[in-house]
């Protein structure tokens, strides 16, 4: 757990977000040594800046947050992002189309945004499990291993439910070591943040790093 603040993606994806604000969440970033910032692709290119000659990286998100734009823009936003300097791509799948069972669809929808990224970049997988059943879940988690993907991830923030430590568990169990899983929505203290990982995650998305960070040291 000493190596917490490498799992956790510092993120900020409130539509409001100032710059000011932007700017802070990568003041924070550097001075907790955390992972990554995920902020949305509007402001990839200032956080590249601001965080030249550091090592935390650059994620954002790509079909947002309703994951049921076209393959075609999904691919435009991914190659946008990469420009503008992103490291890690976070996308939503097609949810309606995984829900039809439409799963070429769902599957190459993540495929062309994993070719769109390269060979370098890491894509993270958005399955957003408050809105999918059990079969569902199973089924995003394979699609998204097929399809070349790095990480699976539980939520967007934005929807009815954010990670639980079942979904995460689940989601392991799938992916095997295949993939990695990334937590997010609901993640907000050191306890939650410690179940998570108990459960198989390796990234944490949340807005309380630092709250996690200094509970950490509080307990120390």
């Given at each position: 757990?000493?190596?917490?603040?490498?799992?956790?993606?510092?993120?900020?994806?409130?539509?409001?977000?100032?710059?000011?604000?932007?700017?802070?969440?990568?003041?924070?970033?550097?001075?907790?040594?955390?992972?990554?910032?995920c902020i949305n692709p509007f402001y990839v290119k200032y956080c590249k800046d601001?965080?030249?000659?550091?090592?935390?990286?650059?994620?954002?998100?790509?079909?947002?947050?309703?994951?049921?734009?076209?393959?075609?823009?999904?691919?435009?936003?991914?190659?946008?992002?990469?420009?503008?300097?992103?490291?890690?791509?976070?996308?939503?799948?097609?949810?309606?189309?995984?829900?039809?069972?439409?799963?070429?669809?769902?599957?190459k929808d993540i495929e062309e945004v994993v070719g769109a990224a390269g060979k370098?970049?890491?894509?993270?997988?958005?399955?957003?499990?408050?809105?999918?059943?059990?079969?569902?879940?199973?089924?995003?988690?394979?699609?998204?291993?097929?399809?070349?993907a790095d990480f699976v991830k539980t939520s967007t923030g934005f929807s009815s439910?954010?990670?639980?430590?079942?979904?995460?568990?689940?989601?392991?169990?799938?992916?095997?070591?295949?993939?990695?899983?990334?937590?997010?929505?609901?993640?907000?203290?050191?306890?939650?943040?410690?179940?998570?990982?108990?459960?198989?995650?390796?990234?944490?998305?949340?807005?309380?790093?630092?709250?996690?960070?200094?509970?950490?040291?509080?307990?120390?």
């Open positions: 757990m000493d190596n917490i603040a490498l799992m956790i993606d510092h993120t900020l994806l409130k539509p409001e977000a100032t710059r000011a604000e932007i700017k802070n969440l990568c003041s924070e970033a550097k001075k907790y040594k955390f992972k990554a910032v601001l965080l030249k000659d550091t090592d935390v990286k650059i994620a954002t998100v790509i079909g947002f947050p309703l994951g049921a734009n076209t393959t075609e823009a999904k691919v435009f936003e991914t190659k946008n992002a990469i420009t503008n300097g992103a490291d890690e791509i976070d996308m939503v799948i097609n949810i309606g189309s995984l829900k039809n069972k439409d799963f070429d669809i769902v599957k370098n970049k890491l894509v993270k997988v958005i399955i957003e499990t408050s809105l999918l059943n059990h079969e569902e879940k199973i089924k995003a988690c394979q699609l998204s291993k097929k399809a070349g439910g954010g990670a639980t430590s079942e979904d995460v568990k689940l989601m392991k169990s799938i992916v095997e070591d295949k993939l990695e899983v990334k937590a997010s929505g609901g993640v907000r203290d050191i306890e939650s943040a410690k179940n998570m990982i108990e459960n198989g995650a390796t990234r944490l998305g949340t807005s309380s790093g630092v709250k996690i960070i200094k509970e950490l040291l509080n307990k120390k």
